[in-house]
């Protein structure tokens, strides 16, 4: 039994949701979030993390502009964060599909095109930009290009790829003046199948918003990441290009965009694998996706 599920009664009585009828964990989902049916509905309990008000003002504006969000519940006493720390959302219908066909990435990209148009004029806290920690330093090129080579060396990770991967840092350097100039805005930084709620075809919403202030191009590349490129070797430049191709329906990209774009996907799979590093987890999975985008980049633009 989690935490979250021992303490139903209490997150219940917090946020007034009334008797509790089940407490257990979600189908597929991780084992901290919780699924709490109680006599007023049914409920998503996670731990809190992020900006727990920047999130819930990205789900007013995203259901204001038709764009189904799980709409975050307040305590008794007006709070969005339970005194054991997690948050309560309401629960969304749908289901993650883990192996996407061609059909349903495409409907999620143009999906995350519309969502995030919608999120473009929200506005970003400076304190959020001035937070410290793993996530956000690993976004950094500059961070990247000084911190992955000694990660690498101490990684245990097998030492083929190593020039390639030094080529794709090198790509990242000479593009971050490009990166720099893409306007930043709200965006959700973990997109993935796990992360997109289906109903067929069809998208019911994306879950799970982990806010960034970065270019949209950042939010493309996490998806196309954990779509395209994560787990799938070789590359398949054609199911790339599609999700891109599909993203432009929504959001046609600007000529920076298009230039920027595997710059952007570099930067993507290495923070991908320095975060695993950092954290002294088994990165040879993210090692194996770095080295599939630093062999693929004369296909990507």
Known sequence: MTGAEAEAGDIAKEFGLGQVLAAGPLADG???????TTEHGAFVVKPAYGDAELSERAARVLNRAGIRQATPLRTAAGGLVS?????VLEFLPGEPCLAPSPTQAASAMRHIAAFHDALRDVPVPAAFDARDTLWTRVTSPGYLVAELPGLLQRSGLPAEGRDEITAALQRLAESRPLL???PRQLVHGDIG???????GDDVVAIIDFTPYHEPFLFAVA???????????APLDANAVHA???????IRPWTDTETAAWPAMLVRESLRRLATYLELGQDATRRYAAALTVARSLASLA
């Open 30 to 36: 991780h084992p901290d979030v919780v699924k709490l």
């Open 83 to 87: 005194a054991s720390g997690r948050t």
């Open 180 to 182: 720099d100039t893409l």
């Open 193 to 199: 199948p796990d992360n997109v709620l289906m109903d």
């Open 222 to 232: 996490t998806a196309v990441y954990w779509y395209h490129v994560h787990g799938h």
């Open 243 to 249: 999700s891109l191709a599909a993203i432009a329906e």
